[in-house]
């Protein structure tokens, strides 16, 4: 079981950004994915998720500005970042368990992780 994130990089405030999960080893369909992220300094914390229990869920301090969605057919879960803020400048991490939760403990494999920066 693998899964390997993508598109981080450095992005404007106001900017866009689109991280990729790709999933191999299990079918996407059966399990929840979900995005933590971990600023310098800072714990982890949950940011968005999607399963076919839970639907998609998302932290408020992304609300109305990130949206998760998933591709089986690629075995891939898209985390489209818009309106960027400095805050959200953190490395990104896709997990994945059997329900959404924002306990980092109900997730079982967890990716490597991409830098987001936000800054001018």
């Known amino acids: 079981v693998q899964l390997v994130e993508s598109g981080g990089g450095l992005v404007q405030p106001g900017g866009s950004l689109t991280l990729s999960c790709a999933a191999s080893?299990?079918?996407?369909?059966?399990?929840?994915i979900a995005w933590f992220r971990q600023a310098p300094g800072k714990e982890r914390e949950g940011v968005s998720c999607?399963?076919?229990?839970?639907?998609?869920t998302y932290a408020d301090s992304v609300k109305g500005r990130f949206t998760i969605s998933g591709d089986n057919a690629k075995n891939t879960v898209y985390l489209q970042m818009n309106s960027l803020k400095p805050e959200d400048t953190a490395t990104y991490y896709c997990a994945t368990g059997m329900d959404c939760s924002w306990y980092e403990e109900r997730y079982y494999y967890w990716g490597q992780g991409t830098l987001v920066t936000v800054s001018s």
């Open positions: 080893g299990f079918t996407l369909d059966y399990d929840a």
């Open positions: 999607i399963s076919s229990r839970s639907g998609r």
